[in-house]
């Protein structure tokens, strides 16, 4: 089976995340969320976390928060370099 991992660094998927993972779970893949909230707070939150396909998993696993790559309290430059050590 096919896997989807993703990154989202706030505390709440918006309508648009929630959407994509649903649509994602319809076509039969897993789906993995690395977060930098608290996993287990995180699922709480978000009510599609609670399905079978998806996992939430603390992104520090992969790469630490780095707070000095935040440009103008934008997460981009973080986005990018988690994706790089995702697949290193």
């Known amino acids: 089976m096919n896997t989807i991992s993703c990154l989202w660094i706030q505390k709440d998927l918006d309508e648009t995340s929630i959407g994509c993972i649903t649509?994602?779970?319809?076509?039969?893949y897993k789906v993995v969320i690395y977060t930098y909230a608290l996993p287990h707070s995180f699922t709480i939150c978000n009510p599609i976390c609670h399905n079978d396909g998806v996992k939430v998993l603390d992104a520090n696993g992969i790469m630490p928060y780095p707070s000095e790559t935040n440009v103008n309290g934008h997460a981009l430059p973080v986005s990018d370099l988690f994706r790089y050590n995702l697949l290193d």
């Open 23 to 28: 649509s994602w779970l319809r076509l039969n």
